[in-house]
């Protein structure tokens, strides 16, 4: 099964780091792991991805543990604009190059 | 700079009808993407194409579904004798060399309803 397992909502106060995990206990050596939210009515926008290293940018951390079955995406001050539909993905490089989307994580950014 | 369109942003149709969606990559990206995405799930693949051929079209459900990117760019997804089931989100996505990275930029899809 090459899908992942999240939790389907989660809430979080605005201004607060909001920390979304996710399953992937099969994950094989080749395969990245992917973030992307989905803002109601509008297409998936990327977050992050990241293989066995930590990985930051502008938008958000990823921390993969060490034995890489699971991740966190870090939203480190989550504003209103956040709230969205999280999708933590599996993917491989040496394979076809589709994305395989769970359900993902309803994140809601509370005033 | 301009990003993935889509058009149209919605579509409604009768059983039966044919329909065609457009969808217009970010200039340079050789990567095109077909997805569907239904109410309260993730998108499903569709259709991958690198430059004009389609690379894997494994995920099209059945053969009344085509696409095609004659130039490299522009893609069309060609859906024959619409049935009820095919209404959904259709999402099209591009990326620049998904060999090095695949960041997957996607469109604002377009809203197929089927009556």
């Known amino acids: 099964d090459a899908k992942t397992t999240q939790p389907p909502s989660m809430d979080c106060a605005e201004g607060r780091a909001a920390n979304l995990p996710c399953n992937h206990s099969?994950?094989?050596?080749?395969?990245?792991v992917y973030w992307y939210r989905q803002i109601h009515s509008q297409g998936p926008q990327y977050i992050i991805h990241?293989?066995?290293?930590?990985e930051t940018n502008e938008m958000a951390s990823l921390i993969i543990t060490e034995d890489r079955k699971s991740s966190t995406l870090i939203l480190p001050h989550a504003t209103l604009r956040d709230t969205a539909v999280y999708y933590c993905?599996?993917?491989?490089?040496?394979?076809?190059?589709?994305?395989?989307w769970g359900a993902g994580t309803k994140l809601i950014i509370k005033p | 700079g301009a990003g993935v369109s889509q058009t149209p942003s919605n579509k409604v149709t009768e059983k039966g009808k044919y329909v065609e969606l457009r969808c217009d990559p970010i200039?340079?990206?050789?990567?095109l993407y077909w997805y569907r995405q239904s109410l309260g799930q993730g998108p499903e693949f569709l259709i991958y194409?690198?430059?004009?051929?389609?690379?894997?079209d494994s995920g099209l459900p059945n053969d009344r579904f085509f696409a095609v990117r004659p130039e490299g760019s522009v893609s069309t997804l060609k859906i024959q004798r619409t049935e009820r089931g095919d209404s959904a989100v259709y999402l099209c996505?591009?990326?620049?060399?998904?060999?090095?990275?695949?960041?997957?930029?996607f469109g604002p899809g377009t809203r197929l309803t089927v009556l």
């Open positions: 993905i599996r993917h491989s490089m040496d394979s076809n190059y589709q994305l395989i």
């Open positions: 996505a591009s990326s620049l060399n998904p060999l090095v990275r695949n960041e997957q930029f």
């Open positions: 990241g293989l066995k290293n930590n």
């Open positions: 200039s340079g990206h050789t990567a």
């Open positions: 099969t994950i094989s050596g080749n395969e990245y």
């Open positions: 194409f690198q430059g004009t051929g389609a690379a894997d």
